[in-house]
Every structure is written in C-alpha cells, then in structure tokens.
C-alpha cells in the first residue's frame, strides 16, 4: 500500500467537540475525507465535529477511518486538549482584557512568519524554524502586548514567548523578555504573570529610553532651538511624545512622588499636548518642540529612575501533568487509539 502523503490530527475540545486538522502533501485528500465523514468547516477552514450527539460522533469518525483508507490518509489523535481550549483558559485568567486568536500552520512558511515577529531568538524560535506544530495562538491585551503560545511536540507542554512591538510604535533594543515553559495552563498564566509580563514591560521601557535619549542627542546637536523642524525631528518628536506618555502613565502608576514632581509631570503632559497626541496643531508642536528640548532629559531621569527591576528566575522544570482520557465518542470509535 502507498505511503499517506497527508494525516489527519483530531484534537479533543472542551466545547465537546472534535477539531481535525489535515496536514501533508496531500493535504486536499485529508479535506476530502473530513468532508465525506460529515465533519464541518468553519470560516478558518477548520474542520470540527459536534461530541453532542455521541451516536452520529461515532458513526461519523467510523466514516473517516473508511473515507481515509480511500482517500490514502493517515488519521492520528492528539494526545492533549485542543490548543485553542488552552489559549481561551490562559486569556481567561490573566488580569485585565486579554484575547486570543488561534492561527492554523498549514505549511512551513506560515511558522517561519511567525518566527520572524518573536522577540527572543531562542528555544521557541528554533521549535518554529524546525517542527511542524499545527496550531499557534496569539494572546493580545488590547494594549499593544502580544504574546505567541505554542506545544512543544516532544513532551506536550506549553511554550509563552512576547513578539516584538509594532516597529510602528518602538524600535526594539533592550534584551528579549525570555519566554516561558508550562505542563499546563494554569501555570502558564503563573509564569506569563510572573516572569514574562514584567520582563516584557521591563524590555519596552528600557526600549523607550534608549529611543527618546538618542533623539534628543541628535536633536540638540543637529538643530538649533527656534529652528523649523525637519522632517526627522518632527519623527523624533512624536516619538518622544508618545514615549513621554508611557512615562508619565508608569510613573503615576507605580512610584511615591513629591509635589514638585506631580508638578512636573502636569507641565510636561500639557506641553507636550500629550491629549492632542495623534492630530497637533502647528502651535502645539512649536511648544512641544519648546519642551522637548528643555525638559525632555529631566522627563528621562525621571523614567530611568522609575525602570522596572528584573523578573525573579526561573523556579525548577515542571513535569508535564497526566493526559485526561478522551470523550468516549472517540475512544469508542474504530480506528487507532491512544
């Protein structure tokens, strides 16, 4: 008999049902035999099948055994939950207003996009670089952070890492937040919330002030005050802007301030126009401008000063918890078991 040139995967889901994934050369005969077998296919081309009603489940995973032997397909169980179940469970219980949007990898090239947006260039960037995973999802705050959740295929566990701020908003400079490892979802969120956030924020604040100091430095020497700003210092001034405003934000949040510097910080907040961010007038740019050049590297002292510390280090390995049994419209159905 030939070689399968696709396999079909069926992961287990929480919302009681099965998600399949074709995968492999033949990827289109794997579509097949999920169609011909009653499985449906959502908006992301994900096929899934409704545990519900455990008599059609089973007839319908009877079918494609059949349709897969037909079609040349091989049909293989995950051994562990659906990604996507374990991506809602850690945006669930992280603080705040957390999503996730799970990504299928159909082929090689969607990993290496992926790999390309991660921050850190370690284990998790070798894992998207070599191993087919088939799933990924990207956890977002809503705030700007991103976060990339995968498995590792040789031991089931979870692997966090942050991608790199929209070049947009901030040219990345400081050390990559590390990413994090977890058997399970409730540790992810322990190790997200303890090691990975406060080194991301800790990374994009050291970013921040690597960013404003080397405008300011270029600006002072490059331009005399008073002068029409050029193109470039116009750029380097809404970037101290923008960056100011995070400033501001962390050091109301976070730090015991005197009077002189709750002071302070009022003057730099109005005269940067900071609540005109995004549309200034010419007369709010020439006094930000203005501020800019006097105050900025007081601004700058003062957010230093106020630099996140490093996360604690990383506690001992976690072995990877046992696998719960599967649903028993799949362990009763014909076909390989696990």
């Known amino acids: 008999m030939p070689t399968p040139s696709a396999c079909i995967t069926l992961y287990l889901s929480g919302d009681d049902k099965i998600i399949a994934l074709p995968s492999g050369t033949g990827r289109r005969w794997g579509e097949t035999a999920l169609d011909l077998a009653g499985f449906t296919q959502n908006h992301d081309q994900i096929h899934t099948l409704p545990l519900d009603d455990q008599a ?20 293989a169980t995950h051994p562990r939950l659906y990604l996507g179940d374990i991506a809602e469970a850690i945006v669930t219980a992280l603080p705040g207003h957390w999503e996730a949007d799970v990504l299928v990898l159909r082929e090689p090239q969607d990993q290496h996009y992926l790999r390309d947006y991660l921050w850190e260039t370690g284990s998790l960037h070798a894992l998207l670089d070599t191993k087919p995973l088939g799933f990924a999802a990207i956890l977002r705050d809503g705030g700007g952070t991103e976060l990339l959740l995968v498995e590792r295929p040789s031991d089931g566990s979870y692997m966090v890492g942050a991608l790199t701020p929209s070049p947009d908003h901030l040219h990345a400079t400081a050390p990559a937040p590390r990413s994090v490892i977890a058997s399970d979802a409730q540790l992810a969120v322990r190790f997200i919330q303890s090691r990975l956030l406060p080194d991301y924020e800790r990374a994009v604040h050291l970013s921040r002030l690597h960013e404003v100091e080397e405008d300011l430095r270029w600006v002072q020497e490059a331009h005399e005050p008073g002068t029409y700003p050029t193109m470039e210092s116009q750029a380097a001034l809404y970037r101290f802007r923008t960056h100011a405003s ?16 709750v ?34 590297e007081a601004l700058i002292e003062m957010a ?35």
């Open 56 to 75: 059609r489940a089973r007839q319908a995973l009877t079918h494609l055994h059949q349709a897969a032997r037909d079609c040349q397909v091989s049909v």
């Open 246 to 261: 995070a400033f501001i934000a962390t050091l109301r949040k976070g730090q015991s301030l005197s009077a002189e510097q």
């Open 263 to 296: 002071v302070f910080l009022d003057r730099m907040e109005d005269g940067l126009g900071l609540d005109e961010l995004d549309d200034p007038d010419s007369e709010v740019l020439a006094d930000a401008d203005a501020v800019w050049r006097i105050d900025g």
């Open 304 to 338: 230093r000063a106020a630099t996140p510390p490093p996360a604690t280090p990383a506690g001992p390995k976690v072995l990877p918890t046992a696998v719960p049994p599967p649903p028993a419209a799949v362990a009763n159905a014909s076909g390989p078991r696990r």
